[in-house]
């Protein structure tokens, strides 16, 4: 199935990052969708997002949305160049810098909903979609269209970038943060079925705060 592509914010956007072995696919997946909001390709930090998401600092657990949210909106996120993101676990002792300059937004729930998710790619945001993962996110092959099928074998954050359509059915263009070798130079779709059966929230990035 070969989707054909009405709304692609592809180039709109760097590169697909490469998170690695670290629990930080929501701080990757709402750093892309607050430097698009922006309207900047100007990398931001998600180091320095995900380390103040994380309860009690412990950076090496995975964050929720409620979680990024309220870092996002206080203290908010550098540049990337001000704190880079660490391959490997930082150590226990390390903190990110201090006395950089911080772009900080507002967040809400989104409906968690193909209608939902092509509502809000329509009026030009990208959506952070949590789901559930199934074994085809592991070993993506072309078309690059994740099944549905199979059972659960994890959960993940990624961001809705594009919509598009393979024979009458809806299809929604994903950027993943597992790098550019990653199914499509890091983008793969996910299809109604896929939607109505794995996600789970919705996030939404909305106005800057000064």
Not at 93 to 103: C, F, G, Q, R
Not at 158 to 163: L, T
Not at 180 to 208: I, K, M, Y
Request: glycine share 8%.
């Amino acid at each position: 199935m070969n989707f054909v592509v009405h709304l692609d914010y592809r180039t709109e956007l760097g590169p697909a990052r490469d998170q690695g072995a670290r629990p930080t696919c929501v701080a990757h997946a709402s750093t892309t969708a607050h430097e698009h909001a922006r309207g900047s390709k100007l990398p931001l930090s998600p180091e320095y997002l995900h380390y103040f998401a994380s309860p009690n600092d412990d950076s090496e657990d995975g964050v929720d949305f409620p979680e990024v949210s309220r870092a996002l909106f206080d203290p908010g996120q550098p540049a990337e160049t001000d704190c880079p993101y660490r391959t490997n676990e930082p150590p226990p002792e390390w903190a990110p810098p201090s006395n950089v300059s911080l772009y900080r937004r507002s967040s809400t729930s989104g409906a968690p909903n193909p209608a939902g998710v092509e509502a809000l790619l329509n009026a030009g945001r990208l959506p952070v979609l949590g789901i559930a993962t199934t074994s085809a996110f592991y070993d993506p092959t072309p078309p690059w269209v994740m099944s549905h099928a199979g059972p659960i074998v994890g959960f993940h954050a990624v961001v809705a970038v594009g919509v598009g359509t393979a024979s009458a059915s809806r299809g929604f263009l994903i950027r993943n943060s597992w790098g550019t070798d990653w199914a499509d130079a890091g983008h793969a779709w996910l299809d109604d079925a896929f939607v109505l059966r794995h996600l789970q929230e919705v996030l939404v990035l909305t106005d800057e705060v000064s």
